[in-house]
Nanobody, 113 residues
Framework: QVRLVESGGGLVPTGESLRLSCVGT????????MSWHRQAPGKQRELVAR???????TYADSVKGRFTISRDIAKNTVYLQMNGLRPEDTANYYC???????WGQGTQVTVSA
């Protein structure tokens, strides 16, 4: 079974950047839909960005122009580059592999005002 390990979260001030990484244990993550989601306290989990096996990308309206999703096939890794962070971006960020609906453990992002 595929396992996903996220990293890269942290505490940053408003306007700063972070890059999240999601490493998959199987190469299948290079060929299927991979996505980043986030969940803030008291809120439902929401889709942030997704990338298909063919490289088609979609973003939530709230992050368009600030976040970039990408993948490194050689490393079985999907990244989420987050620029211009805002306090409302504070959440636990999760990586998902659509094949098998596998989730990582999450990485916390906190943006101070």
């Amino acid at each position: 079974q595929v396992r996903l390990v996220e990293s890269g979260g942290g505490l940053v001030p408003t306007g700063e950047s972070l890059r999240l990484s999601c490493v998959g244990t199987e190469r299948i993550v290079n060929a299927v839909v991979m996505s980043w989601h986030r969940q803030a306290p008291g809120k439902q989990r929401e889709l942030v960005a997704r990338i298909t096996g063919r490289g088609e990308i979609t973003y939530a309206d709230s992050v368009k122009g600030r976040f970039t999703i990408s993948r490194d096939i050689a490393k079985n890794t999907v990244y989420l580059q987050m620029n211009g962070l805002r306090p409302e971006d504070t959440a636990n960020y999760y990586c998902n592999c659509a094949w098998g609906d596998i989730w990582g453990q999450g990485t916390q992002v906190t943006v101070s005002a």
